[in-house]
């Protein structure tokens, strides 16, 4: 029998505002100690996982709370999340969870727990949790705890069973007025804690019976969802009854059982149950002549309190409760006077997302103001060489140049042309050009690698990764060259040195450790591209479509729909490790450049598998909305470390693929590339320079900024400003040039 714990994150905790409101509600708050009470119903249910999974079934607008707060207590790796598109109370988040845990686990048994009730002994929890679920196993139970009552609460369910300890229930009973309490509590009664448990087989079944449409629903939103420990249930979970499990199941079902404990329990739903714990104070406070308070204070904030008794008085930023403590149940009403006439007080103001419009002219502001400026002067000398790396406080960092950096800088700058900068960009290109062609390229007119810094020959080998940024440099700086056929004839010469090299079935060997790899094709694919649009000969579009056809065969698993990075020398995946590496990255760049490629073809497959490999590399976007570095052929990461250059591929591909949709699909290609760009601005800096690596929640490596990702920067922008004037999108100026 394998535990699998549920930890429910509904309810809005309403009699605890001001501290607990929609965007923050009371189970992601300290009320009781220093962790939320989220995170101490995750440490009571953790050791009961064993070979289980702990899952977490909490809204959308709650991820953040969840993953933080998981992390926090290192739970991450062994829960899954599931996401609630919209609320459709117990019944539909429990039957979702059960789906998924009957799909993984048929002998599972679900430990469904409330995210923000206070148990303070958490073994004895964990004891009546088991001996329920052997129950549940044994004879498909369904088992909830009912705890002992201490006092005659009208703010609980009340259970009657059949018997003492594990027993039938005979009866559920709603929240009571006080005398109707005290009379349950004589007849034996006990508080319904909210906890069940019942193997997922057993509710499933239950819900198939008895609410058909909360079964259907949540089986439906589970499908076609993808991997990963986090996903959002599918659109279908809306159609979900919004019902209660109680009234879904329990009160119908005859397996309903209640197992009697006495440790001490309380769902915190006022702030007198918050009181009676001893440990409800936050913030600093004053007390005199004071006696039974409560006092929590946000931090920088002083409470005095002088000659009163019995007060609940709890501060948040922009609001101030106090009320008598013996009225806290009442809140409500006050909440409901709030909702009619301060309504911006009955949650705490978040600050909007940035759109895709306005983050786009951001964009062109820091590229014209701040990156490019710095980069075309300390990023080049005055022989026309670029630097390296630029450290973020703006010094140039002396080491070996290489041809590729040397060539991505012609190119970027003769973008910033093209897309009207009105800075010095053409002595850029012109000087970064001819430095270029004098340094770098080899008697037999291929590109040697590597330079010194002082730029002597440093290493000879010619890379056909280098090649193709040749080719792309060549392309985009001919036009303003003294004399543009001869910048061709050069691109030419390596082209046809390339035609040499092409092994028999298809494709080139690159130099180095991977000798047979997609990544050195994708950007001969670009350069074939950008000469093909430039108005090159046909033999340029024939190796575009060459290469086309070899990602097809070979790069693109046709099952999986996602390209492989490692290849043996018949293009068959690599052995090991790098045959199973995945880039989230290289799947959105491949997807931009088949669209581009299907755009001249007019070739509609090569739109689906552009939208196949743009929906594998997304498996790759972390729970905080970065696309990571690698991920597994199933979609999990391989770490936390995400580069720069994968969030501009992800916003190129969204963009160029919201071009060839429609309606909704178009929407959701925006809605990712407005994503994708708000995860590019984690990584640049006022002063035009970024950060490169940043190892998820634990920041950035603190490192001088790579001169290479200007390409991948200048590539996002350039094609955020098409795709802004081919969909029209609303903002006018989303489009304007750089100048």
């Given at each position: 029998m394998n535990l699998y714990p549920v930890i429910m994150c509904g309810g809005s905790g309403t009699r605890l505002w001001p501290s607990s409101r929609p965007s923050r509600p009371k189970q992601f708050i300290p009320l009781a100690g220093n962790r939320s009470l989220f995170q101490e119903t995750a440490m009571r249910v953790a050791p009961l996982i064993g070979d289980g999974v702990m899952v977490v079934v909490a809204g959308t607008r709650h991820r953040h709370w969840v993953l933080e707060q998981l992390e926090q207590l290192e739970l991450q790796d062994r829960t899954q999340i599931l996401l609630e598109p919209e609320a459709r109370d117990s019944a539909a988040a429990m039957a979702a969870a059960a789906a998924w845990t009957l799909a993984r686990d048929p002998e599972a048994v679900n430990v469904f727990v409330a995210s923000d009730h206070h148990v303070p002994d958490h073994e004895a929890f964990r004891a009546a949790v088991r001996e329920a679920a052997a129950a549940a196993a044994a004879d498909g139970r369904i088992v909830t705890l009912g705890v002992k009552p201490t006092s005659a609460s009208t703010a609980y369910g009340y259970i009657n069973p059949e018997g003492p300890g594990l027993a039938a229930v005979k009866a559920f009973r709603e929240k009571p007025d006080r005398d109707s309490a005290a009379e349950f509590i004589r007849d034996g009664y006990l508080w319904n804690s909210g906890n069940f448990i019942v193997s997922a087989a057993t509710l499933t079944e239950e819900l198939e019976a008895r609410a058909p449409g909360v079964a259907d629903a949540a089986r439906r939103s589970l499908e076609h969802l993808p991997s990963g420990h986090v996903q959002v249930l599918g659109d279908a979970f809306r159609n979900a009854p919004k019902i209660s499990i109680d009234y879904a199941v329990m009160e119908k079902t005859l397996r309903a059982s209640v197992l009697a404990v006495d440790f001490a329990w309380s769902d915190l739903g006022a702030w007198d149950a918050i009181a009676e714990t001893g440990e409800g104070e936050f913030g600093s406070h004053i007390f005199e002549d004071s006696e039974g308070c409560l006092v929590r204070a946000p931090e920088g904030v002083l409470v005095g309190v002088l000659g009163v008794s019995n007060l609940a008085i709890v501060a948040e930023e922009d609001a101030i409760l106090v009320c008598d403590l013996d009225r806290a149940q009442d809140v409500k009403s006050v909440v409901e006077r709030v909702r009619a006439a301060f309504p911006q007080h009955l949650d705490f103001q978040q600050p909007e997302p940035e759109t895709l419009d306005a983050g786009g002219r951001r964009f062109g502001d820091w590229l014209r103001q701040s990156a490019l400026p710095l980069w075309a002067t300390l990023g080049q000398d005055d022989d026309g060489r670029f630097a390296e790396a630029l450290s973020l406080d703006g010094r140039v960092m002396k080491l070996a140049r290489r041809a590729r950096v040397q060539a991505r800088q012609v190119w970027s700058y003769a973008q910033a042309g093209r897309l009207g900068w009105q800075g010095p960009w053409r002595r850029a290109v012109r000087a970064g050009l001819e430095r270029l062609e004098a340094e770098y390229l080899r008697p037999d007119g291929?590109?040697?690698?590597?330079?010194?810094?002082?730029?002597?020959?440093?290493?000879?080998?010619?890379?056909?990764?280098?090649?193709?940024?040749?080719?792309?440099?060549?392309?985009?700086?001919?036009?303003?060259?003294?004399?543009?056929?001869?910048?061709?004839?050069?691109?030419?010469?390596?082209?046809?040195?390339?035609?040499?090299?092409l092994l028999p079935g298809g494709g080139w060997r690159e130099q180095g450790e991977h000798p047979y790899q997609s990544n050195a094709h994708m950007h001969l694919l670009e350069a074939c591209l950008a000469w093909e649009e430039g108005g090159g000969d046909a033999a340029w579009g024939a190796m575009a479509d060459d290469i086309v056809d070899l990602a097809q065969r070979h790069f693109i698993d046709p099952d999986g729909g996602f390209l492989r990075e490692f290849f043996d020398e018949q293009w068959r995946p690599a052995p090991g490790e790098p045959g199973r590496l995945v880039e989230p990255g290289h799947q959105f760049e491949w997807a931009w450049l088949l669209a581009r490629h299907a755009r001249l073809r007019g070739d509609v497959a090569?739109?689906?598998?552009?939208?196949?490999?743009?929906?594998?590399?997304?498996?790759?976007?972390?729970?905080?909305?970065?696309?990571?570095?690698?991920?597994?052929?199933?979609?999990?990461?391989?770490?936390?470390r995400a580069r720069l250059w994968p969030q501009t591929e992800w916003l190129k591909a969204a963009l160029i693929l919201a071009e060839t949709a429609e309606d909704g699909e178009r929407r959701r290609y925006l809605l990712e590339a407005a994503d994708a760009l708000r995860a590019l601005w984690l990584y640049l800096t006022?002063?035009?320079?970024?950060?490169?690596?940043?190892?998820?929640?634990?920041?950035?490596?603190?490192?001088?900024?790579?001169?290479?990702?200007l390409y991948h920067i200048m590539g996002a922008f350039g094609q955020?400003?098409?795709?802004?004037?081919?969909?029209?999108?609303?903002?006018?100026?989303?489009?304007?040039?750089?100048?």
């Open positions: 291929l590109c040697r690698t590597l330079l010194t810094a002082e730029g002597a020959p440093l290493d000879e080998t010619a890379m056909l990764y280098d090649q193709a940024f040749v080719l792309l440099a060549l392309e985009a700086g001919r036009s303003h060259a003294d004399d543009p056929a001869a910048v061709e004839k050069t691109a030419l010469q390596i082209r046809e040195r390339l035609k040499d090299w090569s739109i689906g598998l552009a939208r196949r490999l743009f929906d594998f590399g997304a498996r790759g976007i972390s729970d905080d909305r970065v696309a990571v570095d690698a991920i597994n052929l199933d979609g999990r990461p391989r770490g936390e006022p002063n035009g320079v970024w950060r490169d690596k940043r190892l998820g929640r634990k920041g950035f490596i603190n490192e001088a900024a790579p001169a290479s990702s955020f400003s098409a795709s802004a004037r081919r969909l029209d999108l609303t903002a006018a100026d989303m489009s304007k040039p750089l100048g």
